[in-house]
Nanobody, 126 residues
């Protein structure tokens, strides 16, 4: 079982930056590919970014590529999402998710993630 806790959300002006963190419980963190997803009001949850177990492979949605960076520190059981050049359309609840231990790819498909955090609100004002 993996429990995930996100932090770092908040209110920021357009063009600003935020860094989200997600800390996992359990001893298998380095065996879990990790992802970030987001859900805006009235919209479906969408993929943002994902990272492989070692951190060597990353995957981004086209809408955030070049602005967001996903990284992980396996010694700290933590995955990060650095968000730069934020836009009002980035406003959403951001969720951290973990694939089952032993999977390899940083998938963009939410149904391939078994564990989810409670979410953290990011609001970007224009």
């Amino acid at each position: 079982q993996v429990q995930l806790v996100e932090s770092g959300g908040g209110l920021v002006q357009a063009g600003g930056s935020l860094r989200l963190s997600c800390t996992a419980s359990g001893r298998t963190f380095s065996s879990n590919p990790m992802g970030w997803f987001r859900q805006a009001p009235g919209k479906e949850r969408e993929f943002v970014a994902a990272i492989s177990r070692s951190g060597g492979i990353t995957n981004y949605a086209g809408s955030v590529k070049g602005r967001f960076t996903i990284s992980r520190d396996n010694a700290k059981n933590t995955v990060y999402l650095q968000m730069n050049s934020l836009k009002p359309e980035d406003t959403a609840v951001y969720y951290c998710a973990a694939r089952p231990a032993g999977r390899s790819s940083p998938s963009a498909y939410s149904d391939e993630y078994d564990y989810w955090g409670q979410g953290t609100q990011v609001t970007v004002s224009s």
